[in-house]
């Protein structure tokens, strides 16, 4: 089975740009999650959907970030304008059952540079 | 206050010998506590789970788990070069929230030959 899926793998962009991030979680799992990942702050959860519903976006850094999950099979996370201190890997994870279970299952990620 | 912490590391031990990675939490009402494990420029991976008081092990893997203490620990025995990598302790909140799993920064262990 295909496992969660990212794109882009790689952006390079310059400050002020908009940025969008696509995901596609695996088939059935109906939690997804996007996490952003620096050396300075770990691994944080930005924002998880239920059902295609946000539940919990209380770590959206700012108003230049939104999330959208418009069906089960594809969300975006998106950033404008984009900032240098947005650097970072941006993971996209999903799980079944509501996330009963606890275990995400990650994308390889998007490496996001902001010059 | 960090709700999942651990010491960054790096932890360097000798091939063969005994891992010991440690995290604490600060929300006493978690419900279940996570070990993942991240090779450098790779996502993170679950390696073990563990919802009780106590031991739980598998293969050269051991979860302990103290609620009182508000503390969990992997202990990885026999430790191999290919154990190198971040390990991830993550905590699942408040039965109602289940879907939020909140990651410590994660402790680099180094296994050397």
């Known amino acids: 089975d295909a496992g969660v899926i990212q794109s882009p793998r790689h952006e390079v962009t310059e400050m002020g740009q908009e940025v969008t991030l696509r995901c596609k979680p695996i088939s059935g799992h109906n939690s997804l999650f996007w996490y952003r990942q620096t050396m300075m702050r770990g691994l944080e959860l930005l924002i998880y959907?239920?059902?295609?519903?946000?539940?919990?976006d209380s770590g959206m850094p700012e108003d230049r970030f939104s999330a959208k999950m418009p069906n089960a099979s594809f969300s975006t996370l998106k950033i404008q304008p984009s900032e240098p201190r947005d650097s970072a890997v941006y993971f996209c994870a999903s799980t079944p059952q509501g996330g009963i279970t606890g275990e995400l299952f990650f994308g390889e990620g998007s490496r996001l540079t902001v010059l | 206050q960090k709700e999942v912490e651990q010491n960054s590391g790096p932890l360097s031990v000798p091939e063969g010998a005994i891992a010991s990675l440690n995290c604490t939490y600060s929300?006493?009402?978690?419900?279940?506590f996570f070990w993942y494990r991240q090779y450098s420029g790779k996502s993170p991976e679950l390696i073990m789970f563990i919802y009780s008081n106590g031991d739980k092990e598998d293969g050269r893997f051991t979860a302990q788990l103290n609620k009182a203490s508000q503390y969990v620990s992997l202990l990885i025995r026999d430790s191999q070069p290919s154990d190198s990598a971040t390990y991830l302790c993550?905590?699942?909140?408040?039965?109602?929230?289940?879907?939020?799993?909140?990651f410590g920064q994660g402790t680099t262990l180094q296994v050397k030959p």
């Open positions: 993550a905590v699942k909140g408040r039965a109602g929230n289940t879907g939020k799993l909140i």
């Open positions: 929300d006493r009402g978690s419900q279940s």
């Open positions: 959907f239920n059902n295609n519903v946000p539940i919990d």
